[in-house]
């Protein structure tokens, strides 16, 4: 139990900035319905803990936005992981061998749709003692935005949240478009070597 704490505690913090609520943030200002949202976020894979039922693997962490009170204790939040890549999902189970081999035999690494991810966190959004979803990036891409800002000139400590990846180009950084279909999108990318000109 105390490795549960251990990661639950990881993911209060890696949840603190998380790419869902980046997206929607973008999302609502570009206006878009819901359906057109979960559409867009279906072909991005991310990976999560499961049990042997299909149900996620849920750490109670204190919840930050309830400070509480001596009379009053700090209520708990209940947060499910979904990692972006999936090494650092099977590195987790791993992990858990090691510190609980119990539970380690009970769950297992299962990609899901990150567009199935956004419409359960927005169909949970406001309802009290709903489950959260913490995003876990790779440290290898944190590492890589974190480079990609400090050769910008900006000098970040660190990277709050898990980090997207978009070509710019030109004296104005206009971002690069390519043509699908019939219609100029603009690609992001969840790892850097896949934004080959980032």
Partial sequence: MKSMSRWGATLGIAGSA?????????M?????????????????????????????????????????????????????????????????????????????????VVPVSLGEVYKLDQA??????SLDVAYLPSQQQVDAALNLLQQSGKKEANFNGTPLFVATAGKDKGYLTIKQADQQVIPFFLTKKNCRVC
């Fill in 18 to 26: 998380i790419i869902g609520s980046s997206l929607v943030g973008i």
């Fill in 28 to 108: 609502q200002v570009l206006a878009l319905p819901q359906e057109q949202i979960v559409k867009k976020l279906g072909a991005v894979p991310v990976f999560t803990i499961t049990d042997n039922k299909g149900a996620p693997l849920v750490a109670s962490v204190p919840n930050t936005q309830n400070q509480g009170s001596a009379s009053n204790p700090q209520k708990k939040m209940s947060v499910a992981g979904v990692f972006i890549n999936q090494r650092d999902a099977q590195a987790f189970v791993q992990k858990l061998e090691k510190e609980n081999p119990e539970l380690a035999k009970t769950v297992r």
């Fill in 124 to 129: 949970n959004q406001d309802k009290p003692n």
